[in-house]
């Protein structure tokens, strides 16, 4: 089992910046993938960006790329997610998910490759 809780949700203002945590906790040595999705009022959940435990590649919805970045300090068991110059749309329950076990390809937008999810976090981006 993967336990994940998130923090560091709030409100901003539209261009601020905001940053997420995600803290991995139980058999963390399991985890090969973890990503972070956002659900708005009224919307599906959608995913936002990936990355790999080990190695550390990352994957970026177009909706965030070059606004969102993603990093994790294993030591921690931490996952991060920086955003920056964050918009009204931005606002949403971002939540943390991991995959345990290694695939040939993490298919990074599907939520059924993620057996773990954390409780969320709100960001709300004020106009």
């Known amino acids: 089992q993967v336990q994940l809780v998130e923090s560091g949700g709030g409100l901003v203002q539209a261009g601020g910046s905001l940053r997420v945590s995600c803290a991995a906790s139980?058999?963390?040595?399991?985890?090969?993938?973890m990503g972070w999705f956002r659900q708005a009022p009224g919307k599906e959940r959608e995913f936002v960006a990936g990355?790999?435990?080990?190695?550390?590649?990352?994957y970026y919805a177009d909706s965030v790329k070059g606004r969102f970045t993603i990093s994790r300090d294993n030591a921690k068991n931490t996952v991060y997610l920086q955003m920056n110059s964050l918009k009204p749309e931005d606002t949403a329950v971002y939540y943390c998910?991991?995959?345990?076990?290694?695939?040939?390809?993490?298919?990074?937008?599907?939520?059924?490759?993620?057996?773990?999810w954390g409780q969320g976090t709100q960001v709300t981006v004020s106009s």
């Open positions: 990355i790999l435990w080990e190695g550390g590649t990352t």
């Open positions: 139980g058999r963390t040595f399991s985890i090969y993938a």
């Open positions: 998910a991991a995959r345990t076990g290694r695939v040939y390809s993490v298919r990074w937008v599907d939520e059924s490759e993620y057996q773990y």
